[in-house]
């Protein structure tokens, strides 16, 4: 036996080091593993199903299944008039009910070629910033939950009842507001609600800044979503992926500032906000950052809300003339928008309802492939979907 | 439990194990729709906090608890599940429908797709009107729920009678 | 008000302007692009454009509405079932609607149409910042057309829905399976002539169920 040289030892023991490896893959070999979620889970917010086909922590396929919460909204607004569509559809997506309102008048207003006087339109995007802080805030508390941090979201839904009180203030609704009319709103405001509102926001500003320390400050969140999910921009934009969760890759898109929608954003200083990482950190953090926007350009619209009427004048029975007209606006949750077909009737002939969620998780199958177990739910809850808006 | 069985336990005994029911509601959530959001504020919020109603919210499972709250929308793809839920529940057990939809339909009450009201498949205890109900509403619907799990006489639930309450 | 002065109109109106340009100039490529496949195409001023294709040209004007006009962004896809339905209301009950209105002739909407059932999928450029509503007809002994999956992986579930609500059919999709209702259901929702059997049995219950305020008398 003659002495083995360093190279030569390293060499065996890299043998060695790879036989145990192929041997150990062999003993622990396993089937594969169907894991369902759901339909009724804590993380899929309402009732998502999502069945995975796992090899050992490894997702090999994911397919979610929905239907629970299939409403018929299109079926149902063939047989209701105009008015009677507003308040259902308030329901589809229910954490920031007022901006789904806000297209479907504003297509009907197409339609009628009526346009809301401009303190309508400035009360509107205001209520429709405030729905966003009270939809966009519950995703911050409920995330972090999901990655096992309890605590945000009861400060989440303590944070949430201030802009809450103050929709139903103006509305009489905490949840579904029904407070948009075609060529305007019903009420005015009341009295003292711009600066009871003021200093909601003022509130809520600090729980955003409550929040970047607590939740993207916080070494195990950063852990467990820095890298998760990665959606490149291209793919995003094929799947129909709108709202946060692109800009969240790096696109430079909001309808608020690049639709030609009749609202008041036009008339403020914001800032549209990006990130280029593409996963599941940057949604969270553009979704921050978007909360404490929304606070500002409801203040500016506060300070210069012009005086005047808030309704044009539109008919008391309501007949849209025959055409067909989109209209999509930026939801909290990406872009929403309905096409309406009318045939100068008193309900529509046909209503697509192009709601965010739907597209925006249309894409899990693709972003599912490959990844370990406790992504799914990182994933799942930064992709941030309402069911109601999935199904309608 | 044969006493309570029989249905000869004496008053005091049966107000007795009332109040302890009453005070140790395990709740179910059964979150489906808004209403939901609502059941999240009822129970996750400092404002309402149904804890100290003595209700725990959180089971680990239906088969540890004594009342499910439906809240939403119930669609006829989800009735399955929700059989399958109330089966799994250990006696005695209670129900509240939270919200028009669980109760009715409620706006979608044309739909081809939607149950109308939870009470065609299991039985309700509670009803909670709105759409969706405040938390206070919801709060109400359990407090009346105690006072009738507190005039209830177990043995006629044990013997699967019609269930009356004074 | 002051910021909504009168430079301000002037410049949202050449801006306008411009994109009717820009609309026209898509429509233009587009026709190009797809020879005979194009059939016309309806432009509102300040509005939106809607281009119909015939049904062999389905898949070739996505292509082309992605490489050549910019628009990488899936909006929707959908179809409208044009059969003439009564106010909506054929399918409610006799004390709702006690003298049904005859139906009308069946008319299709911007960009015309010849058939019942017609394809709709909207297409938008986020750097132009403008969408297209493309249309197809389906013939009604054949309701089928190509899938767009290859152009937009996102077509995918809406191609799913399509076919649960209206009964189309997209060769070579890899997956048609119900997406919203149980795989029992029959029917497709959408359709016209798909009645809302509640409605027949119950009237509105608006109607019914009349609330009175505090004082007021009954009938």
Redesign the interface.
Same mark, same amino acid.
């Given at each position: 036996m003659t002495a083995v040289g360093a190279d030569q030892r390293q060499q065996m023991a890299y043998v060695a080091t790879q036989a145990a490896d192929a041997r150990l893959n062999v003993e622990v070999e396993t089937e594969g593993m169907t894991l369902n979620i759901g339909p009724q889970h804590p993380a899929t917010h309402g009732t998502l199903r999502l069945v995975a086909r796992l090899d050992g922590e490894q997702v090999v396929e994911a397919e979610p299944i929905m239907g629970y919460m299939h409403r018929g909204y299109e079926k149902l607004a063939e047989v209701r008039t105009y008015p009677q569509v507003t308040t259902l559809i308030n329901r589809i997506d229910w954490l920031g009910s007022f901006a789904n309102e806000v297209p479907f008048i504003l297509a009907a207003e197409k339609l009628m070629e009526v346009e809301a006087p401009p303190r309508a339109q400035w009360i509107r995007t205001a209520l429709f910033e405030l729905s966003r802080i009270a939809n966009i805030t519950l995703f911050l508390g409920d995330m972090a939950v999901q990655l096992g941090a309890l605590t945000p979201v009861f400060m989440a839904f303590r944070d949430r009842e201030f802009v809450l009180n103050q929709i139903e203030a103006v509305t009489g609704g905490r949840f579904h507001p029904n407070f948009d009319r075609i060529g305007g709103l019903k009420d005015d405001l009341p009295q003292g609600w711009i600066n009871d509102t003021k200093q909601a926001m003022e509130k809520i500003r600090d729980f955003c800044d409550e929040f970047e320390e607590l939740v993207l400050g916080n070494e195990i969140f950063e852990a467990r979503s820095r890298g998760i999910g990665i959606v490149p921009p291209e793919v995003g934009l094929s799947y129909g992926l709108s709202g946060a969760n692109i800009r969240a890759s790096g696109v430079d898109w909001d309808l608020r500032r690049d639709g030609h929608e009749a609202l008041a954003y036009d008339q403020v200083d914001w800032k549209v906000w990006t990130h280029p990482d593409g996963d599941s950190f940057a949604r969270y953090w553009v979704r921050l950052q978007e909360t404490r926007e929304a606070t500002h350009i409801v203040d500016q619209l506060l300070d210069g809300l012009p005086s005047g009427p808030i309704m044009a004048k539109v008919p008391r029975i309501i007949k849209v003339p025959a055409g067909e007209a989109y209209a999509a606006t930026e939801n909290p949750l990406g872009e929403m928008g309905y096409y309406i077909v009318s045939k100068g009737d008193l309900v529509p002939f046909r209503v697509k309802i192009r709601s965010a969620s739907f597209s925006n998780i249309s894409i899990t199958p693709w972003l599912l492939k490959g990844v370990y177990v406790p992504d799914i739910i990182t994933i799942l809850a930064s992709l941030y979907f309402i069911l109601g808006d999935i199904d309608r | 439990m044969g006493l309570v069985a029989s249905g000869k336990a004496p008053k005091p005994l049966t107000k007795l194990l009332n109040l302890g029911r009453k005070y140790s509601i395990w709740m179910y959530q059964w979150g489906l729709a808004c209403c939901a959001i609502e059941m999240g504020a009822v129970i996750g919020s400092p404002r309402y906090d149904v804890m100290r109603l003595g209700v725990i919210p959180f089971p680990a499972s239906p088969r540890q608890a004594d009342l499910v709250v439906i809240s939403g929308t119930v669609t006829d793809k989800m009735v399955p599940s929700i059989l399958r839920l109330y089966q799994q529940m250990p006696d005695p057990k209670y129900v509240i429908s939270m919200g028009s939809c669980a109760n009715c339909g409620g706006p979608y009450w044309d739909s081809y797709s939607v149950t109308k009201g939870v009470d065609q498949i299991i039985p309700v205890d509670v009803y909670v009107p709105g759409c969706p109900p405040r938390p206070e509403a919801l709060l109400e619907g359990i407090v009346l729920l105690q006072e009738r799990i507190m005039n209830e006489d177990p043995a006629a639930r044990w013997r699967g009678d019609p269930i009356v309450v004074d | 008000?002051t /910021?909504?002065s009168s430079t301000d109109t002037d410049a949202t109106t050449d801006a306008g302007a411009q994109?009717d340009e820009l609309r026209e100039a898509w429509a233009a490529r587009l026709a190009d692009a797809l020879g005979d496949g194009y059939v016309e195409h309806h432009i509102i001023p300040g509005?939106?454009l809607?281009v119909r294709v015939t049904r062999d040209s389905w898949t070739d004007a996505a292509t082309a509405a992605r490489d050549q006009l910019g628009c /990488? !962004?899936?909006?929707?896809l959908?179809a409208?079932?044009w059969l003439p339905?009564p106010? #909506?209301?054929d399918?409610?009950a006799q004390e709702d609607n006690p003298q049904p209105k005859a139906a009308?002739p069946m008319?299709q909407? &911007?960009a015309g149409g010849q058939t019942r059932f017609q394809m709709?999928v909207?297409l938008y450029s986020?750097t132009e &910042?403008m #969408?297209v509503?493309i249309k197809a007809d389906l013939p009604k002994d054949d309701l089928s057309i190509d899938t767009l999956i290859q152009v937009?992986? #996102?077509a995918?579930?809406h191609e799913r829905e399509a076919w649960e609500?209206f009964g189309i059919h997209f060769n070579s999709h890899p997956d048609l399976r &119900?997406?919203? $209702?149980?795989g029992e !259901?029959e029917g497709n929702?959408?359709r016209k002539d !798909?009645p809302? $059997?509640?409605?027949r049995v119950?009237p509105w219950?608006g109607i019914v169920d009349v609330e009175l305020f505090p004082g007021e008398e009954g009938p």
């Open positions: - | - | 008000m /910021q909504l994109a509005g939106d809607w /990488q !962004f899936f909006d929707w959908s409208i079932d339905s106010y #909506g209301r399918m409610d009308d008319e909407g &911007h709709v909207r986020i &910042h #969408g509503t937009y992986a #996102g995918d579930w609500m &119900h997406i919203y $209702l149980p !259901f929702p959408l !798909f809302l $059997l509640a409605r119950k219950p």
